[in-house]
């Protein structure tokens, strides 16, 4: 990264509540120089990818569904039993990392919650902040898909919790390595099926298709996200009289589908122009005011 891209960052002096704060006389959190080392080689966020995460969509200096992404930061804490996050401090603290951007038209926010150092007391918290990539290509042109197996049934979340499937941990190895598969077949992302046959999410994005007039998800229970821009579009476009809701798909259905979208904080929603090397029609007209849309909503 250059020298002087714009960037901040602010460490969460008590990230939690339920745990001691770092410094007991500090202030709640402080703003550092983004390029200091702030994180110990102890840290099991580090070591183990033990903690979770949200990336928040900044708009105009707003950061966007920011209630939605903190219901679920806090969800995906309880899921790995961390101390839960106290969110005011993390609202304060995201709100400080955006003022900290000299220009936040469009950029993003990254807060993080770690179990911390290996046998110290308090959880680690940060948020991190820069301006958004240009993401106007693939919003326009659209992204080649494969479909690959997670290896984990749809009913993973009630069956293994243990799995952690559904929260967002730092843990998105997996993740990358899968996009690298998509990329060594050709592809530019990837949808995830379940080993039992139901279509489920892209590894950093939610799923959206148009069958027989309505736009669908396959919802929350599936051991995926619950998406806050999938969620955002479902408002949209119930306010303009599409019919909107969850099911239960393969990738029979999926095949069917008269228009896909990857949809995700940040890159908002991407056409899907192949799928498995199969054209797939791109609604251009609707995907561009879906995202126009995204740019401009609001907390
Ligand atoms: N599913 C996964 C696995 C993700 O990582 C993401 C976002 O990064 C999403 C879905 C989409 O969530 P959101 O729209 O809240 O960014």
Known sequence: ???HHPESLVVLNRPSAQAPAH????AAFRLVDPRTPVLSALDQGATRGDGVFETISVGHGRPQSLEHHLRRFERSAAALELPAPDLDAYRAAIGAAIAALPDAASAWAKAVLTRG???GESPTGWVYATLAPDHTAVRRDGV?????????????????PWLLAGAKTLSYAVNRAAQREAARRGADDVVFVSSDGFVLEGPTSSVLYRLDGGIWTPGTGLGILDGTTQSALFAFLAARGVETGYRLA???ELARADAIWLVSSVRH??????????PVPVDAALTAEMNEYLAELAE
């Not at 410094?23 to 500090?26: L, Q, S």
């Not at 080649?144 to 293994?160: I, M, N, P, Q």
């Not at 929603?269 to 199969?278: I, M, N, Q």
Request: proline share 10%; aromatic share 0%.
């Open 1 to 3: 990264m250059p020298d």
């Open 117 to 119: 150092v290996e046998g």
């Open 144 to 160: 080649r898909v494969v479909l690959l197996d997670r290896g984990l049934r749809h009913d993973v979340e009630r069956t293994s």
């Open 250 to 252: 393969g990738p029979d």
């Open 23 to 26: 410094e007991p006389n500090a």
């Open 269 to 278: 929603a991407a056409p899907v122009r192949e799928l498995d090397g199969r």
